[in-house]
């Protein structure tokens, strides 16, 4: 029985093994010709693809570790990031960011650059201090800014290349609650205030069907504490559900029913610790892209593919999702040069999706746009050279920690052998 990712479009023949102790996974290592790590999935790339073997670290033992000075904590590198954040919380610590849904395993969120929103906050991977890795000879080695500091910086986004992570030291906060609102406002005027509201609020984000002029505008404020919300999410996805159904049968609706599905009222509000905040039900399954543009071009390419959509009529049946996000200096991050606007364009599980996601991919190239690693994009080596002046440095390092190529699967060596 093989391996598949969330949403399906991915699959493996291998199964997925699951070691239980350092020293099992190090033997696996040691015995396979190649070998991928997999998280929870949410790669819509072929990240973790792999004919032979697959390892997951769920059934890993470890504990968390808090530092003396209470500013990091040493984490199991498998754990999910919603078991992570539930045992800062009794620990009365916390993550200072996380995205929208929480069942990913630290090490994969991290390895791909996976992010929230916020103006002054960085991706996942910015929260890295040190890695413990099983490397391609089975040995495990500790890389931080003072050991191992060239692998250190490759791996804090790593697509898996430079071994598989068992023990992860990051940045922790101490404990917070935050107070999320949902509400419904114009399009053409979130268009006009949208830095303005981004620098009022820790977090902010929009979703956008492309047949209506309205966007679901949410954001996120530090509040005082209080108890844990009575729900799960941010919005009624068996309502959505239903509507997607209708729209994989009857394309042509689409448009008339982005319209009427916003003509619904939207004004939710939940409070709570941070980390029952953050992340939402996404149960609906669909397909993602992700480009990160500079954010100043970024409402300017949304519009510009909302009109391509529109124009076209196209059968684009998710919203848009537009949040902000923070420059970093890491090798291969899409931060690495600037501040982005961060646009996800969705497509239901149901429905074609390849010829849509090309059509906006040109536009979000041809605005200066790098794309999620894990989401869905079509960078050849050429244009991971040309948007990436690290990359040869960082095939360096790989070929230096894995000289045989051990954690490459065909995808992978396409762009980094």
């Not at 979703?207 to 504490?225: E, G, S």
């Amino acid at each position: 029985m093989g391996w598949s990712n969330w949403s399906g479009s991915v699959t493996a023949p291998a199964a997925v093994g699951y070691p239980r102790s350092e020293d099992e996974l190090a033997a696996v290592v040691r015995g396979a010709k190649k070998v991928r790590a997999v998280g929870a999935g949410h790669s819509f790339m072929p990240l973790c693809e792999s004919a032979e073997a697959i390892v997951g670290l769920g059934a890993m033992e470890g504990a968390i570790a808090i530092a003396p000075d209470r500013r990091s904590a040493r984490i199991p590198a498998g754990w999910s990031i919603r078991r992570l954040t539930a045992a800062l919380w009794d620990e009365g610590l916390a993550l200072a960011n996380q995205g929208d849904v929480n069942p990913q395993a630290l090490a994969g969120a991290m390895a791909t650059g996976t992010h929230g929103t916020g103006v002054t906050l960085g991706s996942l991977s910015t929260f890295a201090r040190g890695f413990r890795l099983i490397g391609a000879d089975g040995e495990a080695r500790w890389c931080d800014r003072r050991t191992n500091p060239e692998l250190f910086e490759a791996q804090r986004l790593s697509l898996g290349l430079f071994g598989i992570a068992t023990e992860i030291d990051v940045d922790v906060v101490p404990a917070f609650h935050l107070a999320e609102r949902i509400e419904k406002k114009r399009w053409a005027e979130v268009r006009e205030s949208y830095d303005e509201l981004a620098g009022q609020h820790r977090h902010i984000e929009f979703w956008i069907f492309p047949h209506a002029d309205a966007v679901i505008l949410k954001t996120l404020t530090p509040c005082d504490p209080c108890d844990p919300p009575a729900s799960t999410s941010d919005v009624d996805e068996a309502t959505f559900r239903r509507v997607l159904d209708v729209a994989a049968k009857l394309p042509v609706l689409t448009p008339f029913l982005q319209r009427l599905m916003m003509r619904t009222r939207f004004d939710g509000r939940r409070r709570g610790p941070a980390h029952r905040i953050f992340p939402s039900d996404r149960t609906v399954r669909f397909e993602e892209m992700e480009y990160e543009l500079p954010r100043a071009a970024g409402l300017a390419a949304l519009d510009e593919v909302i009109g391509w959509i529109r124009r076209g009529r196209l059968p684009v049946a998710f919203p848009f999702e537009y949040r902000t996000v923070a420059a970093d200096d890491i090798w291969m991050s899409p931060m690495n040069a600037g501040p982005v606007a961060a646009i996800s364009m969705h497509q239901y599980a149901k429905m074609p999706w390849r010829e849509h996601f090309a059509g906006a991919e040109a536009i979000f190239r041809a605005h200066g746009g790098r794309p999620h690693w894990a989401k869905r994009h079509t960078l050849t080596r050429a244009d991971v050279d040309a948007l990436y002046p690290m990359a040869e440095r960082y095939r360096a390092v790989r070929r230096a920690a894995d000289p045989a190529g051990k954690f490459l699967n065909p995808h992978l060596e396409a762009l980094f052998s």
